[in-house]
């Protein structure tokens, strides 16, 4: 039987995406029967501290419910919500479990409609002129950034499958979208800088970056260590932090806030990108060690640290964004007080699988192939795999 032809009942009980979020929010009790293949469920899944998930592929419900798949079915106290990729098959076997007597919702399109939650928070531990905003999206654990002042503004890290949310938010806020800027070549999500500059701003790329084959098709401004951008009344300063990537920059904002990007994050370090080849590694994270000891640790403890990802180990911020001060993270995660070999060990050890497609995601940032929209956001569908490490090294 086609799965895009599933006989779907008239009506079953459903929430959606941004339902599911807030009860997640709010720390609801929940269990996700995911009905995905295997590989698709072994791939991403919907993750978090308050969910039980179980995987039975929707192919095993084909032949109707007997009474051993029953037995393999959660019942219990916690809600039970159905998940597929685009919420037809999910629909399908809530009908039948709702024909059994079985209390279950499905998740209204599925696992791509998980992939469009996108919220914005206001970083209130940022002191500087102006508002700093991160953007997250729970289904990757993607953070960017706006910033807003005296009628302008710069998104850092921007998804290319929501440009339009980023100028809509702008003129909403009143301001002019001066600046799209990347602190490195991505791997895990299609950057929204190239797609934001064909609608007006500069486009802003790391100059390190560019002998990686950068083939833009429009112009760009690139920026250099110590090199300042002005957006209003706040100054956006470079600082080259290589060893996730040769070019990763972050960016301090007004002294008061450190965007990190994928070089250090709220539970673990940024694992080295495979630009330079597998036994390029180990002196890719001998790099990160240095950066992270002489550019980043160096910095005053009351610095802000804003990452590019978070991840469900990651802890919020009381006002809900994942921030925390580099003193904060001085004390939680003892790996940044370790000797380089140590260090190097320690990740080498416990190093994560390779971000999804990561090689035609770069390919695209680069320039170098060209998507669809409607592809860009598939082929970037999947987890945060950026951490150097598995488990958080928070808490060691």
């Not at 295997?38 to 095993?60: C, T």
């Not at 919220?119 to 991160?134: C, H, S």
């Not at 850092?156 to 001066?178: H, K, M, N, Q, S």
């Not at 694992?271 to 597998?278: A, L, N, Q």
Request: hydrophobic content about 40%; proline content about 5%; aromatic content about 6%.
């Amino acid at each position: 039987m086609d799965i895009d032809n599933l006989p779907l009942p008239d009506d079953v009980s459903s929430l959606d995406a941004r339902e599911l979020q807030d009860r997640l929010s709010r720390g609801d009790r929940l269990t996700l029967l995911d009905v995905r293949t295997e590989r698709e469920f072994g791939g991403w899944r919907i993750e978090s501290e308050n969910v039980d998930i179980l995987n039975v592929p929707y192919y095993e419900f084909l032949e109707g419910v007997d009474d051993e798949l029953l037995a393999r079915i959660p019942r219990g106290d916690d809600e039970l919500i159905a998940v597929c990729v685009k919420g037809g098959a999910s629909a399908y076997v809530v009908g039948l479990l709702e024909d059994e007597g079985i209390a279950a919702t499905n998740l209204d399109g599925g696992m791509n409609s998980w992939a469009r939650i996108y919220d914005v928070i206001e970083v209130a531990g940022y002191e500087g002129p102006g508002t700093l905003l991160q953007y997250q999206r729970p289904s990757s654990g993607c953070l960017a950034y706006m910033i807003v002042s005296e009628g302008e503004a710069a998104i850092v890290d921007p998804l290319r499958a929501f440009t339009e949310r980023y100028l809509e938010d702008a003129e909403a806020l009143g301001v002019e979208l001066g600046y799209a800027i990347d602190t490195h070549i991505h791997a895990d999500h299609v950057s929204g800088v190239r797609a934001l500059a064909a609608r007006g701003p500069t486009a802003v790329i790391p100059e390190p970056s560019v002998a990686r084959g950068v083939e833009y098709e429009r112009e760009y401004t690139t920026v250099a260590d110590g090199d300042v951008l002005s957006v209003g009344g706040v100054s956006i300063q470079a600082i080259h932090t290589p060893g996730h990537t040769s070019g990763m920059t972050s960016y301090l904002v007004d002294d008061s806030v450190l965007l990190t990007g994928d070089c250090l994050f709220l539970e673990s370090v940024g694992s080295p990108d495979p630009e330079g080849g597998e036994r390029g590694v180990p002196d890719a994270v001998r790099r990160l060690y240095e950066t992270l000891q002489r550019r980043i640790l160096s910095l005053p403890d009351d610095v802000l640290v804003a990452p590019g990802h978070f991840s469900d180990a990651s802890v919020r911020a009381s006002d809900g964004t994942y921030t925390a001060s580099l003193g904060e993270l001085r004390d939680a995660m003892p790996s940044l007080d370790v000797d380089r070999e140590t260090f190097v060990e320690s990740l080498l050890s416990d190093a994560p699988p390779r971000p999804r497609n990561f090689e035609e995601i770069i390919a695209v940032n680069l320039g170098q192939s060209a998507l669809a929209d409607d592809a860009a956001f598939e082929l970037e569908l999947g987890p945060n795999n950026c951490a150097a490490s598995q488990h958080a090294l928070t808490g060691d």
